[in-house]
């Protein structure tokens, strides 16, 4: 079975201090997740994130 998750918020700075630890679980766990930006410049983020993934 295929987990995927649809809607994230990972790059927010509460994630800030775990966030390895979180897609290191995620990596183990889910086939995909979907980060989601809130304005244009945390969807620059985002696109700047994946590409270091």
Do not use: P, W, Y
Not at 7 to 14: E, I, S, T, V
Not at 17 to 28: A, F, G, Y
Not at 29 to 35: A, P, R
């Amino acid at each position: 079975m295929n987990f995927i998750d649809t809607h994230c918020h990972l790059l927010l700075k509460q994630f800030d201090e775990d966030r390895q630890e979180i897609m290191k679980k995620v990596n183990e766990e889910l086939d995909l997740l979907i980060e989601i930006g809130i304005n244009v410049e945390s969807s620059k983020s985002v696109a700047d994130f994946v590409k270091d993934e």
